[in-house]
């Protein structure tokens, strides 16, 4: 099993819709957990952490759901400028480990 | 606001030439990384440095070196390009402590002929 995994999608939804992605990992002695968003030929770029209690930003919320080990991203009312891919990472409990990155879910907002 | 910061943005090489990656960071991050990105593959992680004057291999260090050369700078050495080494490689950086983030560069893209 890999370490993070994730539904690469393409998610093709309209302007306004709710979605929500979901993201696995194996090691259940990690400690903290991303969403990052990255565009076309760009570097990712962190969007929101993902806190034990749940964490809003604006249209975006992020859960964590430690008895399963995953986390999960639902963007509500999405924009045109939404569409990107979406990848969640996840930190282990050692000192300077990197973190590990799922493959990334596509999302694709059309009007 | 500089903060991560890549060189060069792009490169083209030869098979069995050599070539640094330069990466600098100006955020005081304790930790730095080196990924490769590739179609279908996502982000793989090939050596990181959690202090200075320390480093380890991450999931894919073969053919590559690094060196942590101060606080700042982290650089990537091919040392024979190889046309399996093409790829967009980022160097990412971090600052101690449980959640915190890594911030990206705007990476380097490499062409191995």
């Known amino acids: 099993r890999k370490e993070v995994e994730q539904d690469p999608g393409p998610f093709n939804v309209p302007e306004g819709a709710t979605v929500a992605f979901n993201c696995t990992y194996s090691?259940?002695?990690?400690?903290?957990f991303f969403w990052y968003r990255q565009d076309c030929r760009k570097e990712p770029k962190l969007l929101m952490s993902v806190y034990s209690s749940g964490n809003e930003d604006g249209r975006f919320t992020a859960q964590l759901n430690r008895a399963s080990q995953y986390i999960s991203l639902l963007i509500r009312d999405s924009k045109l400028s939404d569409s990107a891919t979406y990848l969640c990472a996840v930190k282990g409990s050692q000192a300077g480990t990197a973190l590990i990155f799922g493959k990334g879910t596509t999302l694709s907002v059309s009007s | 606001n500089a903060g991560v910061t890549q060189t060069p943005k792009f490169q083209v090489l030869k098979t069995g030439q050599s070539m640094t990656l330069q990466c600098a960071q100006d955020?005081?991050?304790?930790?730095m990384y080196w990924y490769r990105q590739d179609p279908g593959m996502g982000l793989r992680l090939i050596y990181y440095?959690?202090?200075?004057?320390?480093?380890d291999k991450g999931e894919v260090p073969n053919g590559y070196n690094v060196s942590r050369l101060n606080k700042r700078e982290f650089s990537l050495r091919l040392e024979s390009a190889a046309p399996s080494q093409t790829s967009v490689y980022f160097c990412?950086?971090?600052?101690?402590?449980?959640?915190?983030?890594?911030?990206f560069g705007d990476g380097t893209r490499l062409s191995i002929l």
């Open positions: 090691n259940s002695a990690s400690q903290s």
């Open positions: 990412a950086s971090r600052l101690s402590g449980k959640n915190q983030p890594q911030h």
């Open positions: 955020m005081n991050h304790n930790s």
């Open positions: 440095s959690a202090s200075e004057g320390t480093t």
